[in-house]
């Protein structure tokens, strides 16, 4: 069973960066599709980052492009989540999300990812 690990939340201000890192357990992850997700209290969890197995396509949702970049560190086996000028509204719990199959492609749905993390917290001061 691959289990993910999510780390590198916590307390920043606004305007200031984080960058979080998702591991996987048991497998290579440079063959799985990725995504990042973000559950705020009381609302739905959504997709804000995703990258196919080959690292080419990425996916950002409109509220955060051109302050987040998710990548891949081969070195490291893991999907970073580069987050700058961070907003108030960008507080949530942050969830890495690996496809169930290896050569997946991009994806945004829930539906099409299987292993999940346990979540990180972010939270951004005003």
């Known amino acids: 069973q691959v289990q993910l690990v999510e780390s590198g939340g916590g307390l920043v201000q606004a305007g200031g960066s984080l960058r979080l890192s998702c591991v996987p357990s048991?497998?290579?992850?440079?063959?799985?599709?990725t995504g990042w997700f973000r559950q705020a209290p009381g609302k739905e969890r959504e997709c804000v980052a995703a990258i196919d197995w080959s690292g080419t396509r990425t996916y950002y949702t409109d509220s955060v492009k051109g302050r987040f970049t998710i990548s891949r560190d081969y070195a490291k086996n893991s999907v970073d989540l580069q987050m700058n000028s961070l907003k108030p509204e960008d507080t949530a719990v942050y969830y890495c999300a690996a496809a169930r199959s290896p050569y997946s492609g991009l994806a945004q749905q829930e539906r099409d990812y299987y292993y999940w993390g346990q979540g990180t917290q972010v939270t951004v001061s005003s």
């Open positions: 048991a497998v290579t992850f440079k063959t799985y599709a």
